[in-house]
């Protein structure tokens, strides 16, 4: 059997997210009481960016041994990063917030959710451009609209989220800044 030789950046990769979340993981509260509340939900706002690189590891490993292999763990990763995300976020930061918000209610729930997606927002509109300047570096300025479309989409999308019509109209934008682009 042939062995495979792992670098050190894909050892740390796979190595650093479980170990920073086990130890994140030691100051969880045992139970969701009006006094841990606060951290409760602190703590999963901390993870929240973290459980989705626990998926990383083996995709980065069986992409390295076999291509089929890689894809099936992309998938599987991708589908644990969306779904596990999810609890944490309903279980962990949603719980928390409601638990702490002595008199409850949706408004606590929809400004986290509001602070929470203007991250993520904000990093696809910086994933974004990032992409698109790589292309305009090989392709040059040919690409240029597109990139401007997909930018001005990506905009669109952390203001309107996809409410229609200008949420909808955002990722008709992506779609044809990224078409034009690619």
């Known amino acids: ?45 901390v993870l929240l960016p973290l459980f989705p690189l626990l998926a990383v590891g083996p995709w980065l490993v069986a992409r390295s041994i076999e291509p089929v292999y890689g894809r099936i763990t992309l998938v599987l990763a991708y589908v644990y990063a969306c779904f596990y995300s999810a609890l944490d976020v309903l279980a962990g930061i949603a719980a928390g917030a409601l638990k702490n918000d002595r008199e409850g209610g949706l408004a606590t729930v929809f400004g986290y959710a509001s602070d929470l997606g203007q991250v993520g927002s904000i990093a696809y509109i910086g994933a974004t451009a990032a992409a698109a300047g790589c292309l305009l570096r090989v392709a040059g300025a040919q690409v240029l609209p597109g990139a401007v479309l997909a930018l001005v989409g990506a905009y669109g999308f952390m203001e309107n989220h996809v409410y229609p019509p200008w949420g909808v109209l955002s990722m008709v934008a992506i779609t044809a800044g990224w078409a034009w682009m690619l």
């Open 1 to 45: 059997m042939e062995t495979t030789r792992t670098s050190p950046r894909t050892a740390i990769a796979v190595l650093a997210p479980p170990v920073v979340i086990g130890l994140v993981g030691l100051t969880h509260p045992a139970h969701l009481t009006q006094d841990a509340s606060a951290w409760w939900r602190d703590l999963h706002i």
